[in-house]
């Protein structure tokens, strides 16, 4: 059975010098990384996430961050 085009690929490759083969593997990664695009914020909607009941204040007020008094003094 033959080689796949991508084995004839990677048969070439490994007859680069080390620096090639770098500058190579550089070369791919940036073709698989995509740009990243920073997600919009937006305020929390009072009662948009409901299930089998709407939010309320008692939800804000439980998810809200209370921090403790050594935690504001930077311990």
């Known amino acids: 059975m033959g080689q796949t085009s991508?084995?004839?690929i990677?048969?070439?490759?490994r007859e680069l010098?080390?620096?090639?083969?770098l500058k190579l593997i550089r070369m791919?990664?940036?073709t698989l990384i995509l740009p990243s695009r920073p997600a919009e914020s937006r305020p929390l909607v009072y009662g948009e996430f409901h299930g089998t009941r709407m939010s309320d204040?008692?939800?804000?007020?439980?998810a809200e961050w209370?921090?403790?008094?050594r935690e504001m003094n930077g311990a």
């Open 66 to 69: 209370r921090p403790a008094d």
């Open 57 to 62: 204040e008692d939800d804000f007020k439980i």
């Open 10 to 13: 990677v048969a070439e490759i």
């Open 17 to 21: 010098p080390p620096q090639d083969r």
């Open 28 to 30: 791919v990664v940036d």
């Open 6 to 8: 991508v084995e004839k």
